[in-house]
């Protein structure tokens, strides 16, 4: 049974430019949230998304913008990349019915923005 | 949204048992008490999950006191590769949503040899 799946593993933009970011979640799982992961912080929650529709929001500047497709996978867009978007971008999954049992993570793509 | 107190850091050597007490004043009712464990490089993984009591599974245990307003994980034997960040984490998991993934900056374990 495939966990969270994201690709790619590794980015590096120059700022100014655009990345997507995709991930696919763990098989049964309806849900898809993002989180942008600095060095040494917690992860921050960018938005989440449901029924191809983003749910929930962080306080994360337009730029950041997503997508979520009928088979439950995710994108999520970056624009006008700045160095500060250097982190790693975390993918989570879940059921809509609930998350007893946590939630399940990705691996994370590391982006450098230079 | 129930915020969480943690220490910054711990160190232990191995084959001790390690205690990580996280605090939460403003859980509510519904809130449920999840733990993380990440590794650098790695999204965090689901440790324990638990409302009131105690619950134990092959990996740790978690301690609820009655008024809820803290939580312990416990990791029994640590070795080497429990050196990880650990994060508590507070949220009603019937309402999917930010409420139950806010981290805060977690609990950084190290294990000494």
């Known amino acids: 049974d495939a966990g969270v799946t994201q690709s790619p593993t590794h980015l590096i933009k120059t700022r100014g430019q655009q990345v997507t970011l995709r991930c696919s979640p763990k098989?049964?799982?309806?849900?898809v949230s993002w989180y942008q992961q600095a060095l040494g912080q917690g992860p921050q929650f960018i938005f989440q998304?449901?029924?191809?529709?983003?749910?929930q929001r962080g306080n994360f500047p337009d730029r950041f913008s997503g997508h979520q497709f009928p088979n439950y996978s995710s994108e999520l867009n970056v624009n006008a990349l700045l160095l500060g978007d250097s982190a790693l971008y975390l993918c989570?999954?879940?059921?809509?019915?609930?998350?007893?049992?946590?939630?399940?993570f990705g691996s994370g793509t590391r982006l450098t923005v230079v | 949204l129930a915020k969480t107190t943690q220490p910054i850091s711990m160190d232990s050597y191995e084959g001790q048992e390690v205690n990580i007490t996280c605090s939460h004043n403003?859980?509510?009712?519904?809130?449920?008490i999840t733990w993380y464990q990440q590794f650098p490089s790695q999204g965090p993984r689901f440790i324990i999950q638990?409302?009131?009591t105690k619950v134990t599974n092959e990996v740790a245990s978690l301690f609820i006191p009655a008024d809820r307003k803290s939580s312990t994980l416990s990791l029994p034997r640590v070795s080497l590769s429990d050196t990880a960040v650990y994060y508590c984490?507070?949220?009603?998991?019937?309402?999917?949503?930010?409420?139950?993934?806010?981290f805060g900056t977690g609990t950084r374990l190290t294990v000494i040899p």
């Open positions: 989570a999954s879940s059921w809509s019915g609930g998350a007893l049992g946590g939630y399940t």
């Open positions: 098989s049964g799982h309806d849900t």
């Open positions: 998304y449901y029924e191809e529709e983003e749910r």
């Open positions: 403003n859980i509510a009712t519904n809130d449920y």
């Open positions: 638990g409302y009131k």
């Open positions: 984490l507070v949220g009603d998991p019937d309402q999917t949503g930010a409420n139950n993934l806010f």
